[in-house]
């Protein structure tokens, strides 16, 4: 073990500024880690994508888990502890606490935007430090998901579960293009994160459903003002936390919206994990969802039989058909 720690240390220096093709290169020479092998994953994100491809890889999580989670999760996993994560300004996880847990290397999923590659860099040395390897895979689209479930499959000697998993997404995809290339208006889309719904950023999950996006996005969470946003005037509002949900319906000036007047928002669930707040494994199903939604006239997929297929293959949990009605329609259940 020690040695494929300084392997992976020496691969992370030569290769800072990893790419997709190029880890993939360095994997198909022989890069793997033991059965039993225990990773932390630096961010939210990653954590519960190295969760859905084997839960068992997992030092700990990032934050607690919130009630509407651990309903999903085997109570063993519930009680893996706090490691902490990175989230910039300084809020780092505790060497101690790290090294106690005897962690054999650390992922993050990243971006190639200049603020992100910074803090890459900080988690580097900081790793670095306690001779942890630290592995960072760029992916910020779909398809990079694919590439990162074959890696993961090659480093844990789990092709199988990679090829499962793949399996499901391109399905996913293809659900989504047969409704998408059918549409020719696409329909203008918000989507209202923060406490009164004015922070926002592009998601793939949103873009890949045939939508157009009204704000353009320069930075990852952008706030803009409600100016701005009576400009652009959406045809769809989607919104991914409840308390937006409830500032929207109860601010007068919202009602002069389009969208608003014409009832057109989509309130989504968080559960099992964030549908549209955070990158999550859910967007796998959130685009035939959203594609559904949007341009139902197109659409002729199950959504019911795709989410209970959705989360048997990424949780392991047989979801009822009653909780999923719960969840497709939420806005409906939600008081």
């Given at each position: 073990m020690a040695y494929i720690k300084l392997f992976l240390a020496a691969l992370f220096i030569m290769f800072f500024s990893f790419q997709v093709y190029a880890f993939e290169y360095d994997i198909s020479a022989g890069i793997k880690l033991d059965k039993g092998a225990k990773v932390m994953g630096a961010t939210v994100p990653t954590t519960f994508m190295l969760y859905s491809f084997d839960a068992d890889i997992i030092a700990g999580w990032n934050t607690p888990l919130y009630e509407h989670e651990k309903k999903y999760i085997p109570e063993k996993y519930q009680k893996l502890d706090v490691l902490g994560g990175w989230y910039g300004n300084g809020n780092y996880p505790h060497k101690e606490v790290l090294l106690s847990k005897k962690i054999d290397a650390a992922f993050v999923i990243t971006s190639d935007s200049y603020k992100v590659k910074k803090e890459i860099g900080k988690m580097k040395n900081y790793m670095a430090s306690i001779n942890i390897p630290f592995i960072s895979i760029q992916g910020t689209a779909i398809d990079d998901d694919i590439k990162i479930y074959n890696m993961l499959g090659k480093i844990f000697n789990n092709e199988k579960r990679s090829e499962e998993i793949n399996k499901y997404i391109i399905k996913s995809i293809n659900n989504t293009k047969n409704i998408t290339d059918k549409v020719k208006n696409k329909k203008k889309v918000y989507l209202a994160l923060g406490e009164n719904g004015l922070k926002t950023r592009c998601v793939d999950s949103?873009?890949?459903?045939?939508?157009?996006?009204?704000?353009?996005?320069?930075?990852?969470?952008?706030?803009?003002?409600?100016?701005?946003?009576?400009?652009?005037?959406?045809?769809?509002?989607?919104?991914?936390?409840?308390?937006?949900?409830?500032?929207?319906?109860?601010?007068?000036?919202?009602?002069?919206?389009?969208?608003?007047?014409?009832?057109?928002?989509?309130?989504?669930?968080?559960?099992?994990?964030?549908?549209?707040?955070?990158?999550?494994?859910?967007?796998?199903?959130?685009?035939?969802?959203?594609?559904?939604?949007?341009?139902?006239?197109?659409?002729?997929?199950?959504?019911?039989?795709?989410?209970?297929?959705?989360?048997?293959?990424?949780?392991?949990?047989?979801?009822?058909?009653?909780?999923?009605?719960?969840?497709?329609?939420?806005?409906?259940?939600?008081?």
């Open positions: 949103i873009l890949s459903a045939g939508a157009e996006y009204v704000h353009k996005c320069k930075m990852f969470d952008e706030t803009i003002s409600f100016e701005q946003l009576m400009i652009y005037n959406p045809d769809v509002i989607i919104i991914g936390k409840k308390a937006a949900y409830k500032a929207i319906k109860n601010d007068k000036k919202w009602a002069n919206l389009k969208a608003v007047k014409n009832n057109n928002i989509l309130f989504v669930p968080e559960e099992p994990f964030s549908w549209v707040e955070k990158k999550t494994v859910m967007e796998y199903f959130v685009i035939q969802y959203l594609a559904s939604k949007l341009y139902p006239e197109y659409s002729s997929i199950d959504l019911h039989k795709e989410l209970i297929e959705h989360i048997k293959i990424f949780f392991h949990y047989d979801l009822s058909y009653e909780l999923a009605d719960k969840l497709i329609n939420y806005e409906k259940y939600y008081k």
